[in-house]
């Protein structure tokens, strides 16, 4: 009885937030990013590296941690972590993916892929990109282009009629070698802040 319980909760704990078995699934060659030396998802070039999604055990991992390199995050509580993991799961169309050094058990990088269901276009699915990081003593091997390819290919694989990102200017050059384009006419983010005094 009692192991059952342990084995219940070491299940939980590892539960992914969307199936893994998807990345497999994942063809880089039809990415038009350059690799050098070649790898994708499923091999990331270090057997001590892992593309997976988000588990529910990585509040440990340091998946916080990794997101405050991004921009501020806040003091969330386990609880906090947990009931925002459950919500997720449970509406659909967060596809947040991380890699992770397997070594020290540590997150060192992660991207997100929302999509959005739309009526236009025939009940279309948008994906959007959001919060790629990449822990920076980890920076400059790959790794942003790795986990940016990688969930960009997940939005195709998942019938998504396109994807969009906002970013600072300095990322636009990194952005359009992984094939995404400024649109002459038709590139402008705009922003109503409601989180601080106008
Ligand atoms: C949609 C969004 O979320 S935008 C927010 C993006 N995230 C951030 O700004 C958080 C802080 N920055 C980071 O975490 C990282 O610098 C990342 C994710 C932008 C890039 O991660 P890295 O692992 O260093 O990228 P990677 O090694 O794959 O670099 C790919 C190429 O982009 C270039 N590049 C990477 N970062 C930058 C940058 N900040 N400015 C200009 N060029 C860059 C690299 O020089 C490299 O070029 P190369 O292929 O010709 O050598």
Aim: aromatic content about 10%; overall charge positive.
């Amino acid at each position: 009885m009692g192991m059952e319980k342990n084995g219940n909760a070491e299940g939980k704990l590892s539960e992914y937030l969307y199936p893994p078995e998807i990345l497999k699934r994942l063809d880089f060659s039809k990415s038009p990013a350059k690799f050098h030396p070649k790898i994708s998802a499923v091999d990331p070039g270090e057997d001590w590296m892992i593309v997976r999604p988000l588990q529910r055990s990585d509040y440990d991992k340091g998946f916080l941690q990794l997101l405050s390199q991004l921009t501020s995050v806040g003091n969330i509580t386990r609880k906090q972590y947990d009931d925002r993991f459950t919500k997720m799961k449970h509406s659909g169309g967060y596809y947040v993916t991380v890699i992770e050094d397997t070594r020290i058990n540590k997150l060192i990088g992660a991207a997100t892929l929302t999509i959005e269901q739309k009526f236009i276009h025939n009940c279309s699915l948008r994906g959007r990109l959001e919060d790629v990081v990449v822990n920076d003593t980890y920076r400059g091997k790959q790794l942003g282009k790795l986990i940016v390819v990688t969930v960009s290919l997940l939005a195709q694989e998942l019938g998504c009629y396109k994807m969009s990102l906002d970013c600072k200017d300095k990322l636009i050059k990194f952005y359009e070698t992984l094939g995404y384009k400024m649109e002459p006419g038709n590139s402008n983010a705009m922003n109503m802040r409601f989180d601080e005094p106008s």
